[in-house]
């Protein structure tokens, strides 16, 4: 079956700008999830979402990041405005469900770069 | 050792010797773990997984052993490759049924 895909898979922007990425996530897969990872570190939860529900967005700044999945299927993580520190890659990730017996699949990850 | 800010554990192996990576995990409402491998430019790839039940389970070339005890978890790689080449992380469920804390990684390289 086909992974989950991101686009844009690099993206270079000057800080103040917004900037959206896109996720198609395993067919099938209710769970969706956005996450961050930061260089030399582990990914961290940004937003999770049930079919079209977030269900947990404890993580995301919401002041300047916001996240949907209108249809269930496909998610768009936008950021407006950008800053500095927001420089990381952004994962998408997916599963059937629970993640205790459902394994999860990560895209590759959009990288973005903020001067 | 240790991590520092970007400073990633490492570990150096020679091809076809075993390689044992470790974590330590927090939580003690964790129980269920699962060791992911990251390749440069790609996304983390499920390796293995065990539930808190269980102190050890075998996959193909990699085995898991949790010390809940201790809060211990630790990938066992046999014959290692250099494809085996990678940063491995250890994720943790908090005792939740959808959410993965991941630890900061060890970098695993193989020399030939």
Known sequence: EAGVVQSPRYKIIEKKQPVAFWCNPISGHNTLYWYRQNLGQGPELLIRYENEEAVDDSQLPKDRFSAERLKGVDSTLKIQPAELGDSAVYLCASSRGQISGNTIYFGEGSWLTVV | ?112
């Open chain 2, 1 to 112: 050792g240790e991590s520092v800010g970007l400073h990633l554990p490492t570990l150096s192996v020679q091809e076809g010797d075993n390689s044992i990576i470790n974590c330590a995990y927090s939580n003690s409402a964790s129980d269920y773990f699962i060791w992911y491998k990251q390749e440069s430019g790609k996304g983390p790839q499920f390796i293995i997984d065990i539930r808190s039940n269980m102190d050890k389970r075998q996959g193909q070339r990699v085995t898991v052993l949790l010390n809940k005890t201790v809060k211990h978890l630790s990938l066992q790689i046999a014959a290692t490759q250099p494809g085996d080449s990678a940063v491995y992380f250890c994720a943790e469920n908090g005792g939740s049924n959808y959410k993965l804390t991941f630890g900061k990684g060890t970098l695993l390289t193989v020399n030939p």
